[in-house]
């Protein structure tokens, strides 16, 4: 078992550090094509929006998770408002980022419809509008835990950062929002909104480039929806059976164990966060184009319509 330790210190260390450098990249170079191209395209600026999320959730959450667990180094038994701050923004953020994807899946699909009365749903107006609600529901719904938090021992002599005391609070996220906020409940909808986007896509007429675009951009999306399932689908079915078993009788080797996979999956969880970049440059020649124009390898004259 204490190899099986050294290893998952290693995993985290490592896997963490590949994450954090390739996220960081990949979201600063999605926003810099994304101002460079065009930010007045609802989908484009709620792809923005996202970008900016994931390049946060990267810096407090996976930074700090590849310090502790990887390092030992805990900021949050060190510091009462670190605690806090870290697992209020960290929440805020995270949740932010999976309901703007949501929203950007579903606002590509009013824009891809047949029916002139959803494509009207889509416009920049409303989408800053729904960003803006969104980031401000987020900061609301978890305001408790920046007020709840706290510093509790550990049995061995130390202190740990406990996100809620409260017993119903507590199971209110353990129950609903880790599992399915965060995990089940956008993977079911991104799947059946991309569904009914990609049938929109498949009864558009014509090759003109806003309808290039958008089959690009529904491309994108739906390429990130198999990265957010990848990511997120195990994460959500460990956290449900961690919180279904948590007054379950488990022996040392059983808790070990669960701890591994639990490291594992919390893990992959960042994946989508970090590698959105090369989701799109894999998904959109669109995207790629832009980013050749960005990097002056495609001559003016080839140089196409932004998104």
């Not at 810099?32 to 065009?38: A, E, L, P, R």
């Not at 919180?243 to 969880?269: H, L, M, P, W």
């Amino acid at each position: 078992m204490v190899d099986l330790k050294t290893g998952l210190a290693q995993f985290n260390i490592y896997t963490g550090i590949l994450l954090m450098i390739i996220g960081i990249f990949g979201n600063i170079s999605n926003m810099i094509v994304f101002c460079k191209t065009n930010l007045q395209h609802p989908t484009t600026y709620i792809l923005f929006c996202t970008s900016c999320a994931s390049l946060s959730y990267l810096s407090i959450g996976l930074f700090t998770r590849v310090i502790t667990t990887g390092f030992l180094i805990d900021w949050t038994t060190m510091n009462m408002s670190w605690c806090r701050a870290r697992l209020y923004f960290a929440h805020v953020i995270v949740l932010s980022s999976v309901c703007f994807t949501c929203y950007a899946s579903i606002n590509q699909f009013f824009s891809t419809s047949q029916k002139e009365k959803l494509r009207r749903l889509s416009n920049l107006t409303r989408a800053r509008y729904a960003t803006f609600l969104i980031l401000v529901t987020c900061f609301l719904h978890h305001l408790p835990l920046a007020i709840l938090a706290q510093q509790i021992p550990n049995g061995t002599g130390g202190v740990v950062c406990n996100p809620v005391i409260n017993p119903y609070l507590r199971g209110y996220i353990s129950y609903f929002i880790v599992p399915f906020v965060l995990s089940l409940i956008p993977v079911t909808f991104l799947i059946i909104v991309g569904a009914l986007t990609y049938h929109n896509v498949s009864m558009l007429q014509g090759t003109n480039s806003r309808q290039r675009a958008q089959r690009h951009l529904v491309s994108m999306i739906l390429l990130q929806t198999v990265s957010i399932t990848i990511g997120s689908l195990p994460y959500g079915l460990q956290s449900l059976y961690s919180a279904i078993t948590t007054y379950v009788v488990k022996d040392s080797n059983r808790k070990v164990v669960e701890d591994a996979i639990f490291q594992i999956v919390n893990t992959t969880y960042y994946i989508p966060h970090a590698f959105s970049f090369f989701i799109y440059l894999i998904s959109s020649a669109t995207f790629r184009d832009q980013v050749k124009t960005i990097l002056h390898l495609s001559p003016k004259e080839n140089r196409v319509t932004p998104f």
